[in-house]
C-alpha cells in the first residue's frame, strides 16, 4: 500500500510525494490538469526518491546484480523523518529527508524557481555516524509510478527517448519502445530489469547526452530529466512491476569506477538534475527542460542582440599570423561583425608546428614578429572585439608542459596520455597558479574579450588523488569549473564560448559557464542543419554556435545553404574571405542582416521541427523544415533545407494562426506563398536552402 504524504502544485505540474507502508519514500510528476485521471490504485513498489548504495551492502535481487545498484540494503533501509518546506523570492525549496538506524542522513532538496517549467533536484548525504562509509552510488533524482494514467503493465504504450551523440553528429534522437527494451515486468515480478546508459570520461556528451524522457504515448504525457554533469554520469530507466522509475546521477562504482569515503560529520552533494513533465510531444517537453538553462545566462547576459562571430580557423587552418588576420580584417571591415577570435595555432614553434604545442602558451614571433599587441589594436580599430583560443586543460607532446610530470593526472601512478595529450591536474594550486599567468593574465594583458575554451580528448575511467579513479575524475572537473567560473571573475567582460571537439560538452553545468558553445566540429558539411536543429532540444540556441563556412568555389544556392544554417543559432563566419567576389559578398551580408532581424526569435522563442525523418547524416535524404515561434508568437521564422530528393517537393506547413511573409532569403523562387495559416515551399534542388520570416 502506498499513500500521499505531501502534494504541490509546481508552475503546471504536481508533485507529489508518496510513501510505502515501510516508511519508503517515492516522488511522482505529472501534469496538473491531469490529475483526475491519475489511476490512485496503481499497484507497483514505491522506489525510493534517493537511491543510493554502501560498499558491503547485500546487491539488489531479481538477477539485477552486475546490471544495476538501485534498490540495494541501504536503500532499503533509508526511512522518512520529515519534510521543510521553504519559501523563496522566486519559488519554493522542500526539503525531504530520509535516515537509517545507522545514522546516515539524507536531503532530497528540490528547488523551484517560479520563472520555470522546470524544478532542480539533487541530494546532500551526511555521515552522522562514528566510522567512514564507503558510497558506491548515490543518485541525483529519482521518479517512479510512470505512467500513473494506465492501470497495469501498460504495455505498447511507453517510449524511452535519448539523444545519441559521436563527434560532428551530435544529438540524434533515438526512440524505442519499453518493450524493445525488455522493460516490461516478468511473469512473476520477481525479476528486476535496468536500462542503464551514460558517459564515462570528461567528455560528458559523448555517446549520450546527459538526458532521457519516458512518454505515454496514449496520454501524450513525457516525463523527461537531464543531468549538470560534466564528468561521467548514467541514467536507469528501471522495471519489476507496473510501475517503471527513471533515475540518474554521476556513474556508480559498477559503471564508472566512483566511489566516495564519507568519514563522521562528512557531507557530499550531488550534480544537479533538472525535471519536467508536460502533455504534449516530446520535443515541447525538452524545450521546457532547456529553458532553465536561461537562468544563469540571464545573471550575466553579454549582449542584447545575438552576435556575429568570424573565427578564422577555417581560413588559416592553424595557421594564424599578424599578415594574414590584417588581410582578413580588411576584407570584414565593412561588414555587421561583432568578434573576432584568433583561433587554434597563434603559438606554433616554428619547427615543431601547432597542433602537438599546446601548454606552452608562448605567442610565435614568426607569425607574430611585434607580439600579438598591434594585431589586438588592429581588430579593435575595425570596430570589432577581439578572441583568442585556448585548450587549458591539457598539453601536447611537443610542449615542455607535457613533461611537468608532477602536476598532470595519473592513474594508478602512470601519468594518463591520450593520443598526444596530457591532462593538467586541475586540484593542484601550482597548475592554478600557472594557468592563471599563462590565461587569465594573458587575457587582460591584451585586452581581449573573447575566449573560446577547446577540449579535445578524455580522461577516461578517472585519475588518482582520490577515493576512487571515478571520484578523482569528479573532483578534477569540478575544479576545472572553478578556473573557469575564476576567469569570468578576474577578466571583466570576458565572453566565453564552451568547445570540446566542437559539441562534447553541451550539458547544463558547462553551459552555466558559457555564453556561447560550439555546436559540433561539423564545419562546412551538409548535415549541419540536422544538427543544428536536434540540439534545440539540449541546448538554448541563443548559445549554439554555428558555422558557415564560406569558399570561393561556392555558388550561390551553396553559400545560402551555409547561412542559413547559422539561423538555427549563433553566426560563427569563416572560410576564403579575401577569395569572394562582390556577389558572394553581398549573399552574405544579406544573409547577416537577415539573422540580425530574427535574432530575437533566436533568443526567446520555441521551435518546432518537421520533415520525413533523416537516417544517414553524411547522406541525408529528403527535407527538414524547422519553425521557430517567437516567444509572444507574433513572428516566426522557417529554414527549410533539402537533402537528396528523388523528385521535387512541395512542403505544406499548419502554422499557428494566419501570418504574412515579410522577408525571404533564398537563392532563387521557392514559390513561397501564405494561405491563411498554410505556408507552402517547392523543394526542387538538392542541397538547396531557403528562410523566411513571417509576422502574424
Same mark, same amino acid.
Given at each position: 500500500?502506498?499513500?500521499?504524504?505531501?502534494?504541490?502544485?509546481?508552475?503546471?505540474?504536481?508533485?507529489?510525494?508518496?510513501?510505502?507502508?515501510?516508511?519508503?519514500?517515492?516522488?511522482?510528476?505529472?501534469?496538473?490538469? @491531469?490529475?483526475?485521471?491519475?489511476? =490512485?490504485?496503481?499497484?507497483?513498489?514505491? #522506489?525510493?526518491?534517493?537511491?543510493?548504495?554502501?560498499?558491503?551492502?547485500?546487491?539488489?535481487?531479481?538477477?539485477?546484480?552486475?546490471?544495476?545498484?538501485?534498490?540495494?540494503?541501504? =536503500?532499503?533501509?533509508?526511512?522518512?523523518?520529515?519534510? +521543510?518546506?521553504?519559501?523563496?523570492?522566486?519559488?519554493?525549496?522542500?526539503?525531504?529527508?530520509?535516515?537509517?538506524?545507522?545514522?546516515?542522513?539524507?536531503?532530497?532538496?528540490?528547488?523551484?524557481?517560479?520563472?520555470?517549467?522546470?524544478?532542480?533536484?539533487?541530494?546532500?548525504?551526511?555521515?552522522? &555516524?562514528?566510522?567512514?562509509?564507503?558510497?558506491?552510488?548515490?543518485?541525483?533524482?529519482?521518479?517512479?509510478?510512470?505512467?500513473?494514467?494506465?492501470?497495469?503493465?501498460?504495455?505498447?504504450?511507453?517510449?524511452?527517448?535519448?539523444?545519441?551523440?559521436?563527434?560532428?553528429?551530435?544529438?540524434?534522437?533515438?526512440?524505442?519502445?519499453?518493450?524493445?527494451?525488455?522493460?516490461?515486468?516478468?511473469?512473476?515480478?520477481?525479476?528486476?530489469?535496468?536500462?542503464?546508459?551514460?558517459?564515462?570520461?570528461?567528455?560528458?556528451?559523448?555517446?549520450?547526452?546527459? /538526458?532521457?524522457?519516458?512518454?505515454?504515448?496514449?496520454?501524450?504525457?513525457?516525463?523527461?530529466?537531464?543531468?549538470?554533469?560534466?564528468?561521467?554520469?548514467?541514467?536507469? %530507466?528501471?522495471?519489476?512491476?507496473?510501475?517503471?522509475?527513471?533515475?540518474?546521477?554521476?556513474?556508480?562504482? #559498477?559503471?564508472?569506477?566512483?566511489?566516495?569515503?564519507?568519514?563522521?560529520?562528512?557531507?557530499?552533494?550531488?550534480?544537479?538534475?533538472?525535471?519536467?513533465?508536460?502533455?504534449? *510531444?516530446? #520535443?515541447?517537453?525538452?524545450?521546457?527542460?532547456?529553458?532553465?538553462?536561461?537562468?544563469?545566462?540571464?545573471?550575466? +547576459?553579454?549582449?542584447?542582440?545575438?552576435?556575429?562571430? /568570424?573565427?578564422?580557423? $577555417?581560413?588559416?587552418?592553424?595557421?594564424? *599570423? !599578424?599578415?594574414?588576420?590584417?588581410?582578413?580584417?580588411?576584407?570584414?571591415?565593412? $561588414?555587421?561583425?561583432?568578434?573576432?577570435?584568433?583561433?587554434?595555432?597563434?603559438?606554433?614553434?616554428?619547427?615543431?608546428?601547432?597542433?602537438?604545442?599546446?601548454?606552452?602558451?608562448?605567442?610565435?614571433?614568426?607569425?607574430?614578429?611585434?607580439?600579438?599587441?598591434?594585431?589586438?589594436?588592429?581588430?579593435?580599430?575595425?570596430?570589432?572585439?577581439?578572441?583568442?583560443?585556448?585548450?587549458?586543460?591539457?598539453?601536447? +607532446?611537443?610542449?615542455?608542459?607535457? /613533461?611537468?610530470?608532477?602536476?598532470?593526472?595519473?592513474?594508478? &601512478?602512470?601519468?594518463?596520455?591520450?593520443?598526444?595529450?596530457?591532462?593538467?591536474?586541475? @586540484?593542484?594550486?601550482?597548475?592554478? &597558479?600557472?594557468?592563471?599567468?599563462?590565461?587569465?593574465?594573458?587575457?587582460?594583458?591584451?585586452?581581449?574579450?573573447?575566449?573560446?575554451?577547446?577540449?579535445?580528448?578524455?580522461?577516461?575511467?578517472?585519475?588518482? &588523488?582520490?577515493?576512487?579513479?571515478?571520484?578523482?575524475?569528479?573532483?578534477?572537473?569540478?575544479?576545472?569549473?572553478?578556473?573557469?567560473?575564476?576567469?569570468?571573475?578576474?577578466?571583466?567582460?570576458?565572453?566565453?564560448?564552451?568547445?570540446?571537439?566542437?559539441?562534447?560538452?553541451?550539458?547544463?553545468?558547462?553551459?552555466?559557464?558559457?555564453?556561447?558553445?560550439?555546436?559540433?566540429?561539423?564545419?562546412?558539411?551538409?548535415?549541419?542543419?540536422?544538427?543544428?536543429?536536434?540540439?534545440?532540444?539540449? %541546448?538554448?540556441?541563443?548559445?549554439?554556435?554555428?558555422?558557415?563556412?564560406?569558399?570561393?568555389?561556392?555558388?550561390?544556392?551553396?553559400? %545560402?545553404?551555409?547561412?542559413?544554417?547559422?539561423?538555427?543559432?549563433?553566426? $560563427?563566419?569563416?572560410?576564403?574571405?579575401?577569395?569572394? #567576389?562582390?556577389?558572394?559578398?553581398?549573399?552574405?551580408?544579406?544573409?547577416?542582416?537577415?539573422?540580425?532581424?530574427?535574432?530575437?526569435?533566436?533568443?526567446?522563442?520555441?521551435?518546432?521541427?518537421?520533415?520525413?525523418?533523416?537516417?544517414?547524416?553524411?547522406?541525408?535524404?529528403?527535407?527538414?523544415?524547422?519553425?521557430?515561434?517567437?516567444?509572444?508568437?507574433?513572428?516566426?521564422?522557417?529554414?527549410?533545407?533539402?537533402?537528396?530528393?528523388?523528385?521535387?517537393?512541395?512542403?505544406?506547413?499548419?502554422?499557428?494562426?494566419?501570418?504574412?511573409? !515579410?522577408?525571404?532569403?533564398?537563392?532563387?523562387? !521557392?514559390?513561397?506563398?501564405?494561405?491563411?495559416?498554410?505556408?507552402?515551399?517547392?523543394?526542387?534542388?538538392?542541397?538547396?536552402?531557403?528562410?523566411? !520570416?513571417?509576422?502574424?
Amino acid at each position: 500500500m502506498k499513500n500521499i504524504l505531501s502534494e504541490f502544485i509546481i508552475k503546471d505540474m504536481l508533485l507529489q510525494y508518496i510513501q510505502s507502508d515501510n516508511q519508503t519514500v517515492g516522488m511522482v510528476l505529472l501534469p496538473l490538469h @491531469r490529475k483526475e485521471q491519475q489511476k =490512485t490504485t496503481k499497484e507497483y513498489e514505491v #522506489d525510493s526518491l534517493i537511491q543510493l548504495k554502501l560498499e558491503g551492502d547485500d546487491f539488489p535481487f531479481g538477477f539485477a546484480n552486475g546490471h544495476t545498484l538501485l534498490n540495494s540494503q541501504t =536503500t532499503y533501509g533509508m526511512k522518512y523523518q520529515e519534510q +521543510r518546506v521553504i519559501k523563496t523570492e522566486t519559488g519554493l525549496n522542500i526539503i525531504t529527508v530520509i535516515a537509517n538506524d545507522k545514522k546516515l542522513r539524507a536531503e532530497h532538496i528540490l528547488i523551484y524557481d517560479k520563472d520555470y517549467p522546470v524544478i532542480e533536484v539533487k541530494v546532500k548525504l551526511c555521515n552522522e &555516524g562514528s566510522e567512514t562509509v564507503s558510497v558506491e552510488m548515490l543518485s541525483s533524482f529519482s521518479l517512479c509510478g510512470i505512467t500513473p494514467f494506465l492501470e497495469g503493465e501498460a504495455p505498447e504504450t511507453m517510449l524511452i527517448h535519448r539523444m545519441r551523440s559521436k563527434w560532428s553528429a551530435e544529438g540524434r534522437m533515438e526512440t524505442r519502445t519499453a518493450e524493445e527494451l525488455l522493460l516490461e515486468p516478468s511473469w512473476s515480478r520477481y525479476a528486476a530489469y535496468s536500462e542503464k546508459f551514460g558517459q564515462v570520461g570528461s567528455m560528458p556528451v559523448r555517446k549520450y547526452f546527459p /538526458f532521457a524522457a519516458v512518454e505515454d504515448k496514449e496520454n501524450k504525457v513525457v516525463w523527461a530529466a537531464s543531468l549538470g554533469c560534466a564528468s561521467s554520469w548514467q541514467m536507469e %530507466i528501471y522495471r519489476r512491476d507496473n510501475g517503471l522509475s527513471l533515475t540518474g546521477g554521476l556513474a556508480d562504482y #559498477d559503471f564508472g569506477h566512483w566511489r566516495k569515503f564519507l568519514k563522521p560529520e562528512e557531507l557530499f552533494e550531488t550534480p544537479s538534475a533538472y525535471l519536467t513533465v508536460f502533455n504534449g *510531444s516530446v #520535443d515541447e517537453t525538452c524545450q521546457r527542460l532547456v529553458s532553465r538553462q536561461k537562468k544563469p545566462l540571464g545573471l550575466n +547576459r553579454k549582449w542584447d542582440r545575438l552576435p556575429v562571430i /568570424f573565427n578564422e580557423f $577555417c581560413t588559416t587552418w592553424g595557421k594564424p *599570423s !599578424h599578415e594574414n588576420i590584417s588581410k582578413i580584417l580588411h576584407c570584414i571591415k565593412s $561588414c555587421d561583425i561583432d568578434y573576432f577570435v584568433i583561433d587554434a595555432g597563434w603559438y606554433a614553434d616554428v619547427e615543431k608546428g601547432w597542433e602537438k604545442n599546446v601548454g606552452d602558451w608562448i605567442i610565435s614571433r614568426e607569425l607574430f614578429p611585434e607580439g600579438i599587441e598591434p594585431l589586438v589594436s588592429e581588430i579593435k580599430k575595425a570596430g570589432i572585439k577581439p578572441g583568442i583560443w585556448f585548450e587549458l586543460e591539457v598539453c601536447a +607532446r611537443d610542449s615542455k608542459a607535457f /613533461f611537468m610530470e608532477d602536476h598532470l593526472l595519473k592513474r594508478h &601512478g602512470k601519468t594518463i596520455t591520450v593520443g598526444d595529450r596530457r591532462f593538467w591536474d586541475m @586540484r593542484d594550486p601550482w597548475t592554478t &597558479g600557472y594557468l592563471t599567468k599563462k590565461v587569465i593574465v594573458f587575457l587582460n594583458h591584451y585586452g581581449f574579450e573573447y575566449l573560446k575554451v577547446d577540449y579535445n580528448d578524455s580522461i577516461g575511467v578517472g585519475c588518482d &588523488g582520490a577515493e576512487s579513479l571515478g571520484e578523482g575524475l569528479r573532483q578534477n572537473i569540478v575544479a576545472a569549473q572553478k578556473f573557469y567560473q575564476e576567469i569570468k571573475d578576474k577578466v571583466p567582460g570576458i565572453a566565453i564560448e564552451v568547445c570540446s571537439s566542437g559539441g562534447h560538452r553541451l550539458e547544463p553545468s558547462m553551459m552555466a559557464l558559457a555564453d556561447l558553445a560550439s555546436f559540433s566540429d561539423a564545419h562546412e558539411e551538409k548535415e549541419i542543419p540536422i544538427i543544428a536543429a536536434n540540439l534545440h532540444r539540449a %541546448i538554448l540556441p541563443e548559445q549554439s554556435q554555428i558555422w558557415a563556412v564560406a569558399r570561393s568555389k561556392d555558388s550561390k544556392q551553396r553559400l %545560402i545553404y551555409s547561412m542559413a544554417n547559422t539561423f538555427l543559432g549563433v553566426m $560563427c563566419l569563416s572560410g576564403d574571405i579575401y577569395d569572394l #567576389d562582390g556577389e558572394q559578398w553581398d549573399i552574405i551580408n544579406e544573409g547577416i542582416s537577415f539573422y540580425r532581424g530574427i535574432s530575437g526569435i533566436i533568443q526567446d522563442g520555441f521551435t518546432e521541427i518537421y520533415g520525413p525523418g533523416i537516417t544517414s547524416y553524411r547522406f541525408p535524404k529528403g527535407w527538414q523544415a524547422v519553425v521557430r515561434y517567437s516567444g509572444d508568437k507574433k513572428e516566426a521564422f522557417v529554414i527549410v533545407h533539402s537533402f537528396r530528393l528523388e523528385k521535387t517537393t512541395e512542403i505544406v506547413l499548419n502554422l499557428k494562426g494566419s501570418c504574412q511573409i !515579410h522577408r525571404v532569403y533564398e537563392a532563387f523562387s !521557392h514559390g513561397i506563398k501564405v494561405e491563411k495559416n498554410q505556408l507552402t515551399i517547392t523543394m526542387s534542388n538538392e542541397y538547396d536552402a531557403a528562410a523566411i !520570416h513571417l509576422i502574424f
